[in-house]
Nanobody
């Protein structure tokens, strides 16, 4: 069993930066990722990373502004978010899957954190 705990959310002005972290307990040699859910919207994929460091990102909304990374020794995954926009406001969730392939599908992730709120003011 893997438990995930996110941290680093908060309130930031548009154009600012935040760094989210996710600490995992238990074995996390598979893929880890970040999703987000804005008010009134479905949860959506943000980024994912393999044990090897290979990554994939959502399409236009975050690419070039967000960077996912992981520290395998510490069992953590991070999401560096730059040039934040009000539309990035959401609850951000860390997720992990036992499988080794990168995936944007929510249903393929086996473990989820409780989420951390990110609010970007205009």
């Amino acid at each position: 069993q893997v438990q995930l705990v996110e941290s680093g959310g908060g309130l930031v002005q548009a154009g600012g930066s935040l760094r989210l972290s996710c600490a995992a307990s238990g074995r996390t040699s598979g893929v880890m990722g970040w999703f987000r859910q804005a008010p009134g919207k479905e949860r959506e994929f943000v980024a994912a990373i393999k044990w090897s460091g290979e990554t994939t990102y959502d399409l236009d909304p975050v690419k070039g502004r967000f960077t996912i990374s992981r520290d395998n020794a510490k069992n953590t995954v991070s999401l560096q978010m730059n040039s934040l926009k009000p539309e990035d406001t959401a609850v951000y969730y860390c997720a992990a899957r036992r499988g080794l392939g990168l995936s944007r599908q929510e249903s393929l992730y086996d473990y989820w954190g409780q989420g951390t709120q990110v609010t970007v003011s205009s």
